[in-house]
């Protein structure tokens, strides 16, 4: 199962742990948080960070690297040089699953 997601802007803040992002896990760790919320919604602080537990406990393992959950955000945090040390742990990219075909049905 996916999850998409604008509680967050990429897999780092779902899974802070795992993250590379210069300062994410020792923030997680010291706050005692199992999620990092980007603070960029209008809700409660305290429903944004439940929305993004329940998030991520819905959310199957990623096929590409199963330690990651397929939480994908609605706006992804791209990997670009400019940006780093602000880069993504963890990227799901684009998705693609079957084809669109035309029905074959009568009218």
Not at 43 to 54: A, R, T
Not at 60 to 86: A, G, N, Y
Request: hydrophobic content about 35%; aromatic content about 8%.
């Amino acid at each position: 199962m996916w999850v998409s997601s604008e509680n967050g802007v990429a897999s780092d803040n779902w899974q802070p742990e795992l993250s590379k992002i210069p300062g994410v896990r020792d923030y997680a760790v010291r706050q005692r948080r199992e999620v990092c919320t980007d603070a960029n919604t209008l809700e409660d602080s305290i429903d944004q960070y439940d929305s993004m537990v329940k998030e991520k406990t819905l959310a199957d393992p990623s096929r590409r690297d199963p330690r990651w959950k397929q939480v994908l955000p609605s706006t992804e945090l791209v990997t670009w040089k400019r940006q780093w040390p602000i880069v993504p742990t963890h990227v799901h990219g684009g998705l693609s699953y079957g084809t669109i075909a035309a029905s074959t049905m009568p009218a």
